[in-house]
């Protein structure tokens, strides 16, 4: 609504800048391996993608003059598309970088688990940003000044996520597959297929919801107003729920946790299909 975008084309806005994901990440992540600096080749992409991350996230939320819609859709998709290429540099060699720091099958899902929190605190924080832009005023400068205090926010952590991180000297550094013979020995190992199936089709589901909820609850349940408070009891079960299924997961195999989890979110959006504005 701040951009002057029907819910179409802001749904788009994010279509293609998944679909230019797709590419990306993969290329991102062999250019990480092929990096040879003497300071690393994951942690110097995170003061490399910051600023520009920063920088182009306070830039999506400008309210632009452009008449047209198409044109609004065209400066909101390049800026849009500019925040996750920044992203793409950042968050792939940081997440590459998980099983070099915890090498013991139980100190990455702990790893994981606090990393998760983390995005999670920082979600609703993001979610209470709403409430700020209203104190502001409302209007476009509101929202602008918000995007930039939010940009601030979003660079200085990586600093200190470079500081505490570390690589480990020779981790990993033999010779490597090409693209397409890489490709091939994937494609030849089932527990890998199965894995990924599964990662594809969970990321496609949650990220639909993701992207939707806000207009689920704008024009669907006809409760706009509702979406911050909701969001952030939501966010915070969550940051209350994951240390106990980082514990059960030290005590019970992954598989059955997956299927419990999988079974308990879909029922959960059964429940919002079938809420309606009554």
């Not at 060699?93 to 915890?102: H, N, V, W």
């Amino acid at each position: 609504e701040h951009g002057g975008l029907s819910p179409l084309f802001a749904g788009l806005v994010v279509w293609v800048a998944r679909i230019i994901d797709a590419f990306t990440d993969p290329g991102m992540g062999r250019l990480s391996d092929k990096t040879r600096w003497r300071i690393g080749r994951r942690r110097p992409y995170f003061l490399i993608g910051v600023l520009p991350f920063g920088f182009f996230f306070a830039l999506m939320w400008l309210s632009v003059p452009f008449e047209s819609e198409l044109a609004r859709f065209a400066y909101y998709s390049l800026t849009y598309v500019c925040v996750s290429l920044a992203m793409t540099c950042i968050s792939v060699p940081y997440l590459a970088l998980i099983p070099e720091m915890a090498t013991g099958y139980d100190e990455r899902t702990s790893l994981n688990t606090f990393r998760a929190v983390a995005a999670v605190l920082g979600t609703l924080a993001a979610v209470g940003m709403q409430r700020v832009t209203e104190l502001l005023g409302g209007d476009s400068g509101a929202w602008a000044l918000t995007a930039a205090i939010t940009a601030v926010w979003l660079i200085v952590p990586w600093f200190a996520v470079y500081a505490v991180s570390f690589e480990r000297p020779g981790y990993n550094t033999g010779k490597a597959l090409g693209f397409i013979d890489g490709i091939r020995a994937l494609a030849a190992h089932r527990t890998y297929r199965i894995l990924s199936t599964l990662y594809i089709l969970s990321r496609i589901a949650m990220d639909l919801i993701g992207t939707t909820l806000l207009l689920y609850f704008a024009y669907w349940i006809g409760r706009k107003g509702d979406f911050a408070p909701t969001m952030g009891l939501f966010l915070s079960i969550v940051v209350l729920a994951l240390p106990a299924w980082l514990s059960a997961s030290k005590n019970r195999d992954k598989r059955t946790l997956f299927i419990v989890g999988v079974a308990w979110w879909s029922a959960i959006q059964v429940a919002l299909f079938l809420a309606d504005s009554s």
